[in-house]
Nanobody, 116 residues
Framework: QAQLVESGGGLVQPGGSLTLSCAAS????????MSWYRQSPGKERELVAT????????GYTDSVRGRFTISRDNVKNTVYIQMNSLKPEDTAVYYC?????????WGPGTQVTVSS
């Protein structure tokens, strides 16, 4: 069974930066694309970024393109998202996700709050 654990969230001022990590276990990490999602109160969970299994291709939702960077370390079984130029509207719980054996797996999430 896949297990994902996010870390690195916190409170940051507008314009600041934060890097989130997601440690994966229970599956062959290097064989699967990984994604970051986020969910704000009262809103649906939205896809933020995706990276292919070998890290050669990445995709972003329009609102974060140019500010966020997804990356992975297939030795450490960890996926990251570096977030720069943070805005109050980036405030959300951030989740990493993998589709493994016909179902989605999620971590418990990490809270990111962007506020002065």
């Amino acid at each position: 069974q896949a297990q994902l654990v996010e870390s690195g969230g916190g409170l940051v001022q507008p314009g600041g930066s934060l890097t989130l990590s997601c440690a994966a276990s229970g599956f062959t990490f290097s064989s699967y694309p990984m994604s970051w999602y986020r969910q704000s109160p009262g809103k649906e969970r939205e896809l933020v970024a995706t990276i292919t299994s070998n890290g050669n291709s990445r995709g972003y939702t329009d609102s974060v393109r140019g500010r966020f960077t997804i990356s992975r370390d297939n030795v450490k079984n960890t996926v990251y998202i570096q977030m720069n130029s943070l805005k109050p509207e980036d405030t959300a719980v951030y989740y990493c996700q993998v589709f493994y054996r016909r179902r989605n797996y999620w971590g418990p999430g990490t809270q990111v709050t962007v506020s002065s």
